[in-house]
């Protein structure tokens, strides 16, 4: 799919169905702001034209959008923007550092707590670790669908002071920063973008194929040794990772050389 300034325009060529190459096309004018909520679409013998495809192409598309609850169709009034995508109350694109097991729909389930856990090769290229870990292997589950799959390593010893039954009922690294008697120095962090395997879609029940966002963390002990460490997957299309950046950090991470105002 190509662009001329702001007009979509289809690729026939595509593998991608022309009518899925069309709804993106009419959600991106949504989500653009070109088509407000309340503002009513071209006719289909106007949108077909525009985008130079069949009208039943254009109604393959508005009907995705449809479905989407995205386009509401009257019959004898038109179709009109009724939500733009990802912006309703209750979506599910929350931020993860604002999930709590408090919230309405949210829970925790774990799968499975291993003792004396070996880390995977990911986690253990750097850093000093101590002698043993536990393994909590857990779902995060909101409005009953899958929006996060974890494998957590906690130090045995800090595990230990968990409560019993903490760790389906709050975030680890919550009970991590609540019960380390260490002094916890920083966390470090990487996120990437990556589809989803077999294993991984059927965990987060979504398409083999789809994007899902890969976070790796730590939490670093003054003393240079992983308190804990862990691999989370998350659909790409409920993931938003929302920080803030404290000014000092701003301030010390700032380019060498900035360019004076004119």
Known sequence: ?????????????????L???????????????????GYQLPRYEVLAEQYQVARI????????????????????????????????????R??????????????????EVVRDAVLPPELVASGSFYDSYVEVIKTHVREGKPIGVYNMFVASHLYARFPDGAAASELLLQLALQYAEEDVDHSYQTISIETADVVLARKLDCPYGAPVA???RKLMATD???????????PGDV??????IPKDVLIAHRPAAVLAPR
């Open 57 to 92: 192409t254009v109604r393959q598309a508005v009907n995705v959008l449809v479905q989407e609850n995205v386009l509401v169709s009257n019959r004898g009034r038109g179709t009109f923007v009724c939500e733009v995508p990802g912006a309703a109350p209750g979506h599910l």
């Open 224 to 234: 240079s040794r992983v308190l804990t460490a862990g691999i989370s997957y998350y």
């Open 19 to 37: 009518y899925v190459q069309l709804a993106d096309a009419l959600r991106n004018k949504i989500t653009s702001g070109a088509w407000p909520v």
């Open 239 to 244: 993931f938003l990772m929302d920080i803030v």
């Open 94 to 111: 929350t931020p993860i550092s604002g999930l709590s097991p408090r919230a309405g729909g949210f829970s925790i389930v774990v799968h």
């Open 214 to 216: 890969k976070l790796v």
């Open 1 to 17: 799919m190509s662009t001329e300034g702001n007009q979509f325009k289809l690729d026939p060529k595509s593998r991608i169905s």
